[in-house]
């Protein structure tokens, strides 16, 4: 635990304190260590007894796109089994004489793609899996790929399939094998969680069909629909593994996606669009390309930053779920963690 007088545990604590959530796990580095390290508030406000420990796991929803489909997508790059300027019908039966045919995997990755904003799937296509990715794969674009950024589920979606036709694998075994295990993270895995470690998941939301808060379910209910594993949300993960993970990015490893992927994608890809977007990867709220600060968030209250030229990475995992849906209040701590985070 951080010490009383860190700004990150002052700044967190007076955040639980006001209701923000119920607790948070924070940790900022450089490409060697931690510098700050620390958990704060409970891990289950029905519990006051359980405090939030530096090895929760979270549902980190959103970050499944960088922590899986990103960096799985950077290995078959680096492989040269992908080529992200090559329209999908090229290559992909899937795609072919659809409306994604004129798609790349680059339009996906910047959110250009012309994508439903929603994913509605059980909606449109029902609950069977193979019907829900015919449904996707086959739906009408809103607009002509590149004409504009609109952040969609779908995209990462779309790329999770596009990466098992690839490989003949599925996403959580590309993951695994290709990111994950030889990055060391051995606390990140696709859900749901087996019981044994269900007692360290932090809860998020109230579910009505199972009458109790979800805990080592995923929280996403299109993953939910899927099985539970997708390329829009799923994993489940520490504050530790995503540090290893962003500190790969600064200071790479052997064995996984490239310093040249990780380069690539921390640069604006869509030209004068607003806003601006790298490959998955966007610019920080409140700041522009030049600070390069980079960010991505998960809508159960998780977030994480890297900045190569200041060699500086950042993560912040909530459960702010627990409490509530307004994502006001955990944004403003946010800016202001990683203001502290990135001076």
Excluded at 287 to 308: C, L, R
Aim: with cysteine.
């Amino acid at each position: 635990m951080a010490q009383r007088s860190d700004p990150f545990e002052g700044l967190l604590s007076d955040a639980v304190r006001a209701g923000v959530c119920p607790g948070m796990v924070w940790a900022v580095g450089d490409a060697r260590t931690a510098l700050s390290a620390g958990a704060v508030g409970l891990l289950d406000p029905a519990d006051p007894g359980g405090p939030m420990r530096d090895d929760t796991l979270f549902d980190v929803a959103s970050l499944t796109k960088i922590l899986s489909v990103w960096a799985v997508t950077g290995v078959l790059v680096d492989a040269g089994k992908l080529d992200l300027a090559a329209p999908l019908g090229d290559y992909w039966p899937e795609a072919a004489g659809r409306p994604l045919a004129d798609v790349t995997a680059h339009h996906l990755l910047t959110h250009t793609a012309g994508l439903p904003l929603r994913a509605n799937l059980r909606h449109l296509y029902g609950s069977d899996p193979q019907d829900v990715r015919d449904g996707v794969l086959a739906e009408r674009l809103r607009h002509r790929p590149g004409e504009a950024v609109a952040y969609t589920d779908r995209a990462a979606l779309i790329l999770g399939y596009l990466a098992e036709h690839l490989t003949r694998r599925p996403l959580p075994r590309l993951a695994r094998d290709l990111v994950w295990s030889p990055l060391g993270m051995t606390e990140t895995r696709y859900g749901p969680l087996p019981a044994a470690l269900r007692e360290r998941c932090a809860p998020t939301e109230y579910d009505e069909e199972s009458g109790r808060h979800l805990k080592g379910t995923v929280h996403d209910f299109s993953a939910r629909l899927l099985g539970g594993a997708c390329g829009i949300s799923g994993v489940f993960t520490t504050v530790g593994d995503v540090g290893g993970f962003l500190r790969h990015l600064l200071a790479p490893r052997p064995g996984t996606f490239s310093p040249e992927w990780t380069a690539g994608s921390l640069r604006v890809h869509t030209g004068g669009l607003e806003p601006p977007r790298g490959l998955f990867w966007h610019p920080a709220p409140y700041t522009g390309p030049a600070d390069d600060v980079w960010s991505h968030f998960g809508f159960t209250g998780t977030g994480i930053w890297v900045s190569p030229t200041r060699g500086r990475w950042a993560v912040l995992l909530t459960n702010r779920l627990r409490l509530t849906r307004d994502p006001g209040p955990l944004a403003r701590v946010r800016e202001v963690f990683r203001k502290l985070a990135f001076p």
